[in-house]
């Protein structure tokens, strides 16, 4: 599968860019399964079509969000030709560089979250006051100077951070407890280990806690067990491969590191309710 990478080379140095769709690089909206290894944020203006990102598949229409994690497979299907709008992408390292707390991308509920949709409708007007911090971020960009790096990070964090609290108002998200910092580093484990842990008490070695505190933590705040948490994630892991390659049971169990292919078939059927042969098949009827 094809894999885009962050490659900004200009002046700035920044790990961020962003631009409108018309001047953008076309691998957005390629028709072939791909992927990048960067945050993506698009504001959809006029346009038409769907977005298949991972196992969701996602209308596209205007006044919409769509918010992309690296790695996530992607694959557009658009009706009418290259849509209106505009986007914003960075590397994780823009934040991890700047600000105190590490967990600051785990804490935003757009990204890595597979219990809701990895978009956002809005309205014309909130698109224009998101377009408007981008102008910002254009001009502080346009005339560099000891203290752009910094301008532009802060109008970048208030975008997110707008962003994020439309979206938990959205989908009825409690807002974000900042003593629970363990479901947040939860979060972040299972993200960077997946597919190699398979054990929430292996991760609750690394966080140097208690299975029975990791999962008390991890509930209260995204409201399942630690252990379904994974489970579903290691779901999704699987789902990919069966949507996007032509690997083999035994070559995707392999590869996500179960012991044999009848463990993850047992494993997936258990989550999913049928198996993973019944689950391809059913993606051609």
Known sequence: MKTFRFDRKDQSGLAMDFGRFDSTPQFF???????????EILFINEGKGSLYLDSQSLTLEPNKCF???PFQT???????????????????????????DKLFIYRLNYFYNPNFPFELNTSSQTIENFSCILEEIERESTNLNY????????????L????????AKAHGIEEE???????????????ESVPQIHSVEEIAQSLKMSRITLNKKVKEHFKVSATQFLKDRLAIEIK??????DQTV?????????????????????VMGLTPTQFRAGLSN
């Open 67 to 69: 918010f992309i994690s």
């Open 29 to 39: 909206f390629e028709n072939e399964q791909h992927r990048t290894d960067f945050f």
């Open 177 to 191: 407890d900042r003593l629970n910092n363990a479901a947040y580093e939860f979060r972040k484990v299972v993200e």
């Open 250 to 270: 035994a070559e995707i169990s392999n590869e996500l590191m179960f012991s044999e292919p009848t463990n993850m078939i047992r494993f997936f059927k258990r």
């Open 240 to 245: 990919k491969k069966l949507l996007y390659s």
């Open 147 to 158: 203290f752009s790096e910094h301008v532009v990070r802060s109008w970048l964090y208030l």
């Open 74 to 100: 992607r694959r557009w299907k658009l009706e009418s030709g290259v849509p209106e709008g505009f986007f914003v992408i960075f590397k994780k390292e823009f934040f991890e560089t700047f600000f105190e």
């Open 160 to 167: 997110l951070v707008q962003l994020n609290r439309a979206f």
